[in-house]
């Protein structure tokens, strides 16, 4: 026979263990920005895609970090991580190991779409920070097959664009193989 108490006990750990799914799920990202970016495969000439592309920025004293972009044929874009001058080589090598790669498959703000439409090329992709993730697309002028400019980011809210600022940053185009893998389970 169950009595009240022990009722009462059975629901009270139902419950509990129904909110420790809802909280320790991985894929927990009902909340997170859609992109507005469709995925399409790229088959254009305008940018080479058999490397990546950095802007070199200065952060005092001398000292410099690299803003890493890949782009594939997918229409991915992978976020290579910022690193310093003095670790460009070690994170070069991580690509080439594809210990970055392990370390980045399931962290979905490295990933992203891309389009290019003329001579004009947006990248959309989560960013880190306190959840839900947001979106924002960056969006500028190619100027050859190995460079582009920035020139504005923002995010799309109802069609809308948000959160608009300008921005000046070159991208330079270095050759590189192998990038890493595309795959993941973020981009449908």
Known sequence: M????????????????????????????????GLSIKREPYTGSLLRIDGYYYEKYAIGNGDYRYNIYFFYKNGTVLYGETPSGDELQQKEAEYISGSFYVKIKEQKYYWGLFKVENNNIKFERWYPGDPPLKAYIREGNIINDSTYIITE???????????????????????????????????P
């Open 2 to 33: 169950v009595t009240l108490n022990k009722l009462i006990c059975m629901k009270f750990l139902i419950v509990i263990v129904i909110m420790n799914l809802l909280c320790n799920c991985k894929d927990n990202d009902w909340n997170d920005d």
């Open 153 to 187: 980011s923002y995010r799309m809210k109802g069609g809308k664009k948000t959160e608009v600022r300008a921005r000046s940053e070159t991208f330079h185009f270095k050759a590189f193989s192998p990038k890493p893998d595309s795959t993941n389970k973020f981009i």
